[in-house]
């Protein structure tokens, strides 16, 4: 079955350090991929999707995720966090005209 | 343009009560969703809109009713709320396809507490 996996539950990172969030999955063939982030109090907002082509997708905020077919695997970076970033971050994963399947979620703290 | 809105933003309930959920948009989209969102678990999708009149069930459809009367507004009825409903509901919306490449826009959320 298909499955993402954010294997991180919560992530404390120093502001101005960079960030490295996990996401893994299971899928028949080349999916589509997605992270969002949710602000407290706040719905979901997309951060950046890849579909095909180049494998490094730079999104909104300066965040940039690589797809690595070989490991299954669709990272989120950033070089250089800020407390704004504090959040929490989803990843999920599509294909064809099935529903998003979503990873339970990454908390990023900021530390000062 | 306000986007996806929600109403209510917090509902305590007892058990055995109704209550209906309104999520309306803005944007002239054709496709709605409802999700609930627990810890430690991903989003998980309760019922879906494909267009006006029209609906289709998710991955998590008991207990839970919906009504899409008119292309703005989404409807998510609960008619005898269970402790197990205790959960964070966001709708969301997306343009013209239900391909899971559409980027979909989400509501702030409502949060029901089920005693």
């Known amino acids: 079955a298909q499955s993402v996996t954010q294997p991180d539950i919560h992530i404390t990172v120093s502001e101005g350090a960079s960030l490295e969030l996990r996401c893994n999955y299971s899928?028949?063939?080349?999916?589509?991929l997605f992270w969002y982030v949710q602000s407290p109090g706040q719905g979901l907002q997309l951060l950046l999707k890849?579909?095909?082509?180049d494998t490094l997708v730079q999104g909104i905020k300066g965040f940039e995720a690589e797809f690595k077919r070989s490991q299954s695997s669709f990272n989120l970076r950033k070089p250089s966090v800020h407390w704004s970033d504090a959040a929490e971050y989803f990843c999920?994963?599509?294909?064809?005209?099935?529903?998003?399947?979503w990873g339970a979620g990454t908390k990023l703290i900021i530390k000062p | 343009n306000a986007g996806v809105t929600q109403t209510p933003k917090f509902r305590v309930l007892k058990t055995g009560q109704s209550m209906t959920l309104l999520c309306a948009q803005d944007?002239?989209?054709?496709?709605m969703y409802w999700y609930r969102q627990d810890p430690g678990m991903g989003l998980r999708l309760i019922h879906y809109?494909?267009?006006?009149?029209?609906?289709a069930k998710g991955e998590v459809p008991d207990g839970y009713n919906v009504s899409r009367l008119k292309k703005q507004n989404f409807l998510l009825g609960l008619e005898s709320a269970a402790p197990s409903q205790t959960s964070v509901y966001f709708c969301?919306?997306?343009?013209?396809?239900?391909?899971?490449?559409?980027?979909?826009?989400f509501g702030p959320g409502t949060r029901l507490l089920v005693l």
């Open positions: 969301a919306s997306s343009y013209f396809r239900a391909e899971a490449k559409e980027t979909q826009y």
């Open positions: 890849y579909f095909s082509g």
């Open positions: 899928y028949g063939a080349t999916p589509y």
């Open positions: 944007m002239n989209h054709e496709y």
């Open positions: 809109s494909v267009g006006e009149g029209t609906t």
């Open positions: 999920a994963v599509g294909e064809g005209n099935y529903q998003l399947i």
